[in-house]
T-cell receptor
């Protein structure tokens, strides 16, 4: 079945550091890929998406590229801020239900 | 900007009681979903709903669960006889429909269900 694997957290960085959160997937067909963010006490917000191979999704300084050859969708940001502290979920949509990874908690220290 | 809303934000119930969680999806969306997140764990799909019937459900969605769209705006999840392990955050989501190739789903803020 479909599955998403994310690097385990927490990831602790200093402000302005470079961020990478790894995500790989297994799916039949050609899924769409997503990153969702969950801030403390809030629900899930779509951060970015990519619908086909080599697409790059970007939003708020975050980027992720759909790599079919490595079945990956790693999240990156060049310079993190304290306000980026949250849990980040990688997800795929191969049919209609989203399959989520286990989430990676990011803590950014001033 | 249109958004998915959920009520209540927090529900406390005793084991064995019935609960109904309510959601108002975005008005022009046609697909509706429920997911749950047990504390500290991943978000899990429960059920999807289209054209007034269940289109897909997971193995978690057993006979104690049911969904309904009682009118043109609300989408509800009923748990018939709650168990301690039903304690979780329940998220409602909606999407435009079949032609949405991106499969983008919009999530509500969640209802935290605590079963005591």
């Amino acid at each position: 079945g479909d599955s998403v694997t994310q690097m385990e957290g927490p990831v602790t960085l200093s402000e302005e550091a470079f961020l990478t959160i790894n995500c790989t997937y297994t799916a039949t067909g050609y899924p769409s890929l997503f990153w969702y963010v969950q801030y403390p006490g809030e629900g899930l917000q779509l951060l970015l998406k990519a619908t086909k191979a080599d697409d790059k999704g970007s939003n708020k300084g975050f980027e992720a590229t759909y790599r079919k050859e490595t079945t990956s969708f790693h999240l990156e940001k060049g310079s993190v801020q304290v306000s980026d502290s949250a849990v980040y979920f990688c997800a795929l949509n191969a049919r209609r239900a989203l399959t989520f990874g286990s989430g990676t908690r990011l803590q950014v220290q001033p | 900007e249109p958004e998915v809303t959920q009520t209540p934000s927090h529900q406390v119930t005793q084991m064995g009681q019935e609960v109904i969680l309510r959601c108002v999806p975005i008005s022009n969306h046609l697909y509706f979903y429920w997911y749950r997140q047990i504390l500290g764990q991943k978000v899990e799909f429960l059920v999807s709903f289209y054209n007034n019937e269940i289109s897909e459900k997971s193995e978690i969605f057993d006979d104690q669960f049911s969904v309904e769209r009682p009118d043109g705006s609300n989408f509800t999840l009923k748990i018939r006889s709650t168990k301690l392990e039903d304690s979780a955050m329940y998220f409602c989501a909606s999407s435009v429909g079949k032609t949405d190739a991106a499969g983008e789903q919009y999530f509500g803020p969640g209802t935290r269900l605590t079963v005591t």
